[in-house]
């Protein structure tokens, strides 16, 4: 780091030193192929050199060994000697790569939270809306925002002129169909597809199938409320105006029974019809080495494979198990007797402890809205964990697919907790809680 500051001699015999570690390593890699003279010729230098670095001659002798080793190495370091930038950019890119994965796997890995289960604590992917006949960031804005929060703008546009309906399920959800998709535009990836029509023209947009956020833009945008969207439903039904029909659901063929209502409001072509920021998620560095050590505590957000886990959330459009990531929080270890008494958590007949996530959802506090019962795996009263089991919860309890619907996390799935949110660059940045 401070070499600027050393001496010339210290400079020169340091680079004999590395001229020395080359002419062993051609040595030891060539000396098989090498011609008996050429050998010997590579032997003497290296001797000589090290010679005269053990008897500290002076720079300028030194020098002129050093570059009388280079030509010797010239001649016989075949590949290893000389080598072309492109060479040794590769490996330093094979090396840095070999060691990032090291550090990944062992020690530190980024993860991106996708959904909002553990939300206020952590943040999945929200949407910001910008309402149509708004003026939407300027260019400098959107390229701050991307950078800094991750903010993708996804717009539908209006292939023609007319009045705007779009599908929804039976329940008043937006029918999001499964599409086989890429990310990035590169990986593979599992895409929610959302229709809209105008005139009868259809209108669709992609979305990542974990973005939960689509259905609150669309109200904003055409409803307002979510109350006001339901009395329009209903006003609709009972009209006899909302259109029956049916959408392929996914890529086996599977047929799905959608609701085609008028949204109110008419668009022309080319106009956008709906218009948000996709935000990214809250990125988070996990220490994968202390779990190794230490049993996870209770209170801890902890991270775990999905593979040992079987559910129908968890499997992709043809049925195949997912395996992926999640983050949780941990209320149960083998053992433990859980129990909800909406808003609070039980442990072992006492109220959880372990985590300020607990206490602000037992007293409703800020944006914490307290635990809920699911009303699975028995847990209508009371649940024990079993042994080589942990039992896991979001901290957003009503909108949380956690145990209380998959069942238990197997304690060798457990890979760590997470330590930092290093992205995006919100009031969220810094030690994970």
């Known amino acids: 780091m401070f070499g600027f500051f050393d001496s010339q001699e210290k400079k020169m015999r340091e680079n004999a030193a590395n001229w020395i570690e080359l002419a062993d390593k051609i040595y030891c890699f060539r000396r098989d192929v090498l011609p008996k003279a050429q050998l010997e010729k590579l032997v003497q230098q290296t001797n000589a050199l090290k010679s005269a670095l053990k008897q500290r001659v002076e720079t300028a002798k030194l020098k002129l060994i050093i570059e009388e080793t280079e030509a010797v190495l010239r001649e016989t370091g075949g590949a290893l000697y000389p080598r072309g930038s492109l060479v040794e950019n590769i490996e330093f890119f094979v090396v840095a790569a070999i060691v990032i994965l090291g ?40 390229i701050f925002r991307l950078a800094a929060f991750g903010a ?75 109350s006001a969207f339901q009395t329009e439903w209903n006003r609709l039904f009972k009209a006899g105006a909302l259109e029956r029909t049916e959408m392929k659901y996914d890529e086996s063929g599977r047929l799905a029974r959608v609701i085609r209502m008028p949204l109110g409001k008419t668009a022309k072509a080319g106009e956008p019809i709906l218009r948000f920021d996709l935000m990214t998620g809250d990125q988070l560095l996990v220490d994968r080495m202390s779990y190794h050590f230490v049993r996870p505590q209770i209170g801890q957000g902890f991270v775990f494979r999905t593979e040992n886990i079987h559910d129908r959330f968890m499997t992709d459009t043809g049925g195949n198990q997912i395996v992926s990531y999640y983050i949780k929080r941990l209320v149960g270890t083998p053992g433990d007797t859980l129990e909800v008494k909406s ?91």
Do not use: C
Not at 109 to 118: A, D, E
Not at 183 to 202: H, M
């Open 103 to 142: 550090i990944r796997t062992y020690f530190v890995q980024p993860f991106k939270i996708p959904t909002n289960s553990m939300w206020p604590t952590y943040y999945g992917m929200t949407g910001e809306n910008i309402p149509p006949g708004t003026a939407p960031p300027s260019t400098v804005n959107r």
């Open 343 to 433: 808003p609070q958590l039980f442990r072992n007949g006492q109220r959880i402890v372990g985590s300020d996530a607990f206490e602000a959802n037992a007293q409703r506090s800020g944006k914490y809205t307290g635990y809920t019962n699911a009303h699975r795996l028995g847990f209508g009263d009371t649940l024990t964990v079993p042994p080589g089991k942990y039992f896991a919860m979001g901290d957003n309890s009503s909108n949380s697919q956690d145990s209380r619907y998959w069942g238990f996390v197997p304690a060798k799935d457990v890979v760590g907790r997470p330590i930092f949110i290093y992205y995006p660059f919100t009031k969220r940045w810094g030690p994970a809680r």
């Open 152 to 226: 993708q703008r996804q717009e539908v546009v209006a292939p023609r002129s007319g009045e705007i309906s779009a599908l929804f399920f039976e329940n008043g959800a937006m029918a999001g169909a499964l599409r086989n998709g890429r990310s990035w535009l590169v990986f593979p990836a599992v895409l929610s597809e959302y229709t809209f029509f105008v005139d009868g023209a259809p209108a669709t947009v992609r979305l990542p199938v974990d973005f939960h956020d689509f259905d609150r833009m669309v109200i904003e945008t055409y409803f307002g409320s979510q």
